[in-house]
């Protein structure tokens, strides 16, 4: 880690030999700096105010002259400059401010508002106290921490010296609250599933393994809340969300972090196309309320393109989409016909390939990164879940449909399989599948299918990934920059220029 820097710690115990505690316990913060510059916006150059306030916050700039100096103290809400006198504060207090403080250190000051010759808003202090002395120095001012894994492992120095970071978490935290307050206002009742399970299932993932010591019994962390939000059907709740954590034991990239925050909705009696206005109405929602248009701009493959959200979305059958991006018939080919174009194409596949499976590959190869716009993929071959009902007008296929935008997958939704007999057959099947080596498959879930068996009502089901959302609705580029602490590997202790360096 960062060393130490031996002049901070000087200055910090010349400050205790004062006995002074540079540590203390509280301090009575009034207001914020964004709330004060707005405040007192229209003050003319040199107008003074007799308004006290009292901020805190970090010191970001410092410019001494001699028994006055200046400097912008930054806050949760942005900086603010303040002027300090050594005739104000009296020379002790003012030696420790003015002088034994360094970028970084955190302060309390009140004081009253004037505008300065330059028109910048100022407090005049008053009286000053240091709360946190710092002990490693600041990323040099015009270069801030630019290493982007520095970035996500030491995100405390990125949020304070990068403030548009700041913003994007912020603008996450706001579309969370849209999100919940949306599916209460459409009466769904908020509920919590087990993070630690003793069958995983609701999605083909591999699932991370645990072990509890009481039980001496291997344990898994939830991919899915699915078959449990399910269970609420059974039991009676017509409506029922959870946002919550999933944890995946796969593919690390822009798109998928090991660990991330979902929302799963089921409602009774409805089915995916009433999941499909949902969904277009919330993203629409959350897009209005962080940048007040249903616009968003981003960059894909290097070009400006416009996404819009308002809804309603396209709607495209997964058939209709190839047939559209990859210029191909797939309703009219047999299992021999997909076989031989993979083959041509070198497009890959796990296990037999079926008819369903090949229409699949193909979709996933030739076609999602061609759908740039939000838009429904619906009606999904069968194989694909063994969550979900079957079409009502082609058995091929499953009343399923994904929503996409920039290539990237945004949800997942059905019409759900409340059917117990052909749940028990097609999870014994998926059951199958695992025992002959194929991690993504569903285990046997016993008390699932009793529910189902009980009688589940039909329903329609939602998940999305509130992580994707933000990367979209926030205009990022990579997950890692919408989760505050994205899952790192370990810094190699060998490798002294992976490690943050101060420009001094």
Known sequence: ????????????????????????????????????????STLTAEEKTQDNVSIAGRIMLKRGMGKATFMHIQDQSGKIQIYLREDDLGQEIYDIIAKK???????????????????????HTKSAQLLSKSLLPMPEKYHGLKDIELKYR????????NPEVKEVFQKRSKIIHEIRQYFHEKGFMEVETPTLQTIYGGASAKPFITHINTWDMQMYLSI?????????????????????????????????????????????????????????????????????????????????VMLDFKAPWRRLSMIDAIKQYANINVSQMTENHLRNFLEDNRIIWEGKLTWGLGVQRIFEEMVEEHLIQPVHIIDHPKESTPLCKHHRNDSRLIERFESFCLGMELSNAY??????????????????????????AHPMDEDFVNSIEFGMPPAGGLGFGIDRM???????????????????????????????????
Request: negative net charge; glycine residues 4%; proline residues 5%.
């Open 1 to 40: 880690m960062t060393k130490i820097d031996q002049s901070k710690l000087i200055k910090l115990e010349e400050i205790k030999k004062l006995d002074i505690n540079p540590y203390p316990y509280t301090f009575p913060q009034t207001h914020h700096a964004h709330n004060l510059l707005n405040k007192y």
């Open 101 to 123: 403080t360094d970028l970084g250190d955190i302060i309390g000051i009140t004081g009253t508002i004037f505008k300065t010759k330059m028109g910048e808003i100022t407090i």
């Open 154 to 161: 030491q995100r405390y120095i990125d949020l304070t010296v």
């Open 224 to 304: 899915s809340p699915e078959t449990y939000l399910k269970r609420l059907l059974v039991g009676g709740f017509e409506k029922v969300f959870s946002i919550c954590k999933n944890f995946r034991n796969e593919d690390v990239d822009t798109s998928h972090n090991p660990e991330f925050t979902m929302l799963e909705i089921y409602q009774a009696y409805v089915d995916y196309n009433m999941m499909m206005e949902y969904l277009e109405q919330v993203y629409e929602k959350a897009c209005l309320a962080i940048n007040t248009t249903t616009k968003v701009e981003h960059i894909y493959k290097g070009e400006k």
């Open 415 to 440: 019409s759900e399989l409340n059917d117990p007999l052909l749940q028990r057959q097609l999870l014994e099947e998926q059951s199958n599948q695992l025992r002959a080596g194929f991690e993504n």
């Open 470 to 504: 933000a990367i979209i609705l926030t205009s990022q580029n990579s997950i890692r920059d919408v989760i505050l602490f994205p899952t790192m590997k370990p810094i190699e202790e060998d490798k002294p220029e992976q490690k943050y360096q101060p420009n001094l």
